[in-house]
């Protein structure tokens, strides 16, 4: 039986759903934890899990609805999650409802409102029985009571109609919007009774919470509760997420510090309560012993009172011939919203600047926003006085390169050529205010003697202790590897080659103290997790990486991470101990779940892994980017020593010999290598995701081959938009998909052969687009065009991969064979094929009986306006669309080929812009030679095509303010006698063009698709 992930899947809702916990930002339940790249939303996970775990029945659609119940993804489950902070204010009903609604408010207004009035005239009335009538006092008293009842009854009643009318409101607004104003499902208790009673109905189970119903789930299909693994494990999604939803689950990683958040997501997020509350109560020891001891060294403190916050540095140069040091920053704004900059001023028989930090007006902070006297302005030194260009910061380093710092320096030494100084401080005080309030009062300042003082003893403190910590491994020691692909920058710019030299003395100060009192309090291994997980994250933010942002609402600190290199800035910032407390501290607030999570992490290369499991849900480092084992590196520098000490069983190295990465034969070989090992660790009817981001055809087939290699069979694949904003599947402004690919284990080896494979596809993908188009029929659209060819892929990969060999050749051999740069793989071919098949299956809606007639660049015209009028503007998918028709050229059909921003001409547009260009002679040169002019000749297919005759004949409907004759007469003299037998087929494609200015976005077919529909009508009554 398949699952219900091998039939369909909620893409859609789920793209809604990931998006809305990626915008979370911090609110997400593991990123607290510490930096990861590349993280899965938990999500999509409980969704991919489930969907594996859930059999498909023969009735599809009531699987859907079941589906999404055990999710909260259903309409009952979305208005369980509203929350009441975000129910519509009566300003937003009054836009959201309806006529009808709105008069039947206005109803229960005036009934409200003569009830009142009724009540005041009553008492008005009251006022003037006479004082001793008391009978009619006593009537009247009554008559008043009664009418308040009346009110008061109104009142509930116009409450419960605003009640429904909510309800109403919302379940009309699309998925995405419902889902702005609800909790996630992972915050919520899950299905209601009445749901479960559904569930249970559905799939015969008996459960009454998620854990219950994958147990009943997982022993029905394996005999036990589901083992689930995932070799990649990174920051801990998967692993944690099946384990939450009660499978039994696995983490591994290659990479220690991944470990690290791995295992903290499941033993102490997922340790329960008592775990998660002396965590917090050890890191607040930490914070406050610490707090302790930074106050008596006096070195954030000053005599006003007052407490730092924030230490603003800078570098500095002196330019062959330049009198002074000149401060390097792109901008000498220190914060936008509180009007400060800091200026510089020569000082007397000196060579350094004097900074003066200066309050200014909202114009000046515009121009100093601008570049006003900045020191640094593309990669060059510029003169704070005159503006003069001394040289490029380049030529700064001289032939040689910088001095490269050895592990004693944590200052340039004095004749260095970049030097660093401090030039601002924020100081900030509380002040009790009269009526008992607590205000901080901020400020910025150039530093004093006295602080300069104050920073010399934070070097004198540090140094003392320098060595002791270093052994101990409390702060790093290790050096930056020279050969890393960001690690160069460091080194280069700046001469740091130990990981200690990215941190000021005041940081390793600050942050060595705080690892010493953790080794010290952290009794438990959860605790001293955690506090280690602090200090990643306090690297993470303050660092001599940490760029100062001068930013209205920011006027902080940055995180080194912001992006996957190691930046050195010019300006940059400090944090005081106050500052970083939120940044150690890892949790907030307990996370409440029902039972301590199964699990086990380890820290293993997935060649390796020994583990069986029924489901493997895998995130390769796939062809990306990253380099996890360098980035790793950062925090290995901090956490590794006592990491090995708390993981005796571990190895505090990130082994970059092993990591995954490219997309060259080594990685084809490690990929190989791991999935055939996953394979063999997984029962027969395992299954197992592998979830990437690739849409290139070239990139899907060798990783279909690869998974194929290793004996797997692809089952489905989908597209989860896991960058989708609440608009975005509307309006196609999505970054990427990420792709889940299902397999099983392939246990025949059966021969397989192109010229049967082919019609097999065929099928295939007709079936998958049919089932597709079926669950698309009503309601919302599930999938868009991009899900559709990624379909088609799938399907191909599905037909191929129940093969042992293909063409007789062997899978493996073909995986590592070497080919030529255009040359294509057996396997690559089919795949492309499939891609042509979805092109010719998918029609437009409206355009089924001419479609035959059309030739490929006419269709490809045509389907690349209707993903148009969907949304869709990322240019590879019409390029992507071109390829499944066999069109070559189509920059003279794209009005825009923007990456994100790809449009078709319309028929006026055209005539704008590439007419000329377009055409094969027919239309223009008609046209010209009418007008009296020759055309330029240049040949396109689409040029000499009936549908682009017809698109002529558009723009000459709506260039003579749609007046269709001239167009009419246009089609007759083109095609002579033809006119006759194609003008219904015209008709048909003049139909369909006058609809897409309706379309959202497509406000530029406004006229032509006005003119096409005035144009239609005429051809439609036109006689011989
Ligand atoms: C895309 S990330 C996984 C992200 C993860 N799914 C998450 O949600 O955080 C890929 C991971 O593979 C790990 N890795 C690379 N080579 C490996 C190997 N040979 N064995 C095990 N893990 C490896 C990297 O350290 C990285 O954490």
Redesign the pocket.
Known sequence: MPAFIETQFPIARLSAESYKERKANNGQTLTRLGK?????PLILVRASLLGMLMPASLDPKRDREIFLKILTMDDAGTLARWRPDKRFSVAELGKLAGRDERNEWNEFDIALETAREEVTRLRNASKIIAKGDGAAKELARAAIDAAVCHADRCVEAQQAFIDRLQVRCFSRLTYAERIARCYRPENVDGPSEEAWTEINEHLGTTAASLPELIEQLGQRAFGHTPRVG?????????PFEAARIGCESLG????PV?GLLTWASLNLLGGGTAVQEEVMRVQSDVLHEADRQVTAWGIEHNEQGERSDAFLYCVEVKPEGCDYFIPLAPSWLVGEKSHVVCRWSRVLASDRLQPEIAIVSTSEVAEYKAGKGATVANSRVIDPFDGKDWCSVESIRGPDGLRRWTNDDLVPRPGDVVQERLYCIRWVKTVILADGRTVEIRRYAAPEEADLRREARALELLLERFADWQQQGLIPSKNIPEDGDKTEEPIRNRGWTHWHHLFTPRQLLTHGLLAEISARLARTKEARVGCLLGLGRMADWNSRLSAWMYHAGNEKGNQVFYNQALNCHFNYAARSLSKLEDTFSILSSPLEHADTFRSKTTQ????DIRETCDIWL?????A?A?N??EL?DFFLAWQGKQLAQTFPEWIADARAE????GDDEDFRH?MVD?YRNLARHMSDNGLQMV?FTHQDPAVWADLGMILWAAGLKATSAWTISTETDAVGIKKGNYVQGTVCLVLRKRTAVEPGFLDEVYPLVEDEVKCQIASMQALDEDGEPNFNDADYQLAAYAAALKVLTQYGTLEGRDVEHEVFAQRGRDEKSDFQAVIERALGIACDVLVPRGLDTTWRDLSLVERYYLRALEIESRGERRKGMYEELARGFGVTDIRSLLKSDKANGARMHTPSGFAATGLASLNGGDIDSLLLQRRGRTASVKAHPFASSPLRHLLFAVRETAAAENNPDSGRQYLRDSFGQAYWSRRERFVALLDWLSALGNSEGMAEWITDSEAARILAGRLRNDQA
């Open positions: 990861w790249w590349g993280r899965k995932d070799a990649f494990c990174g920051g801990g999604s998967i591994s990683d290659l990479n991944a293993r290369d997935a060649r895998t995130d390769p480092p796939y990306d990253i996890y084992h790793g092993l990591a995954v990465r490690a791991i979830m």
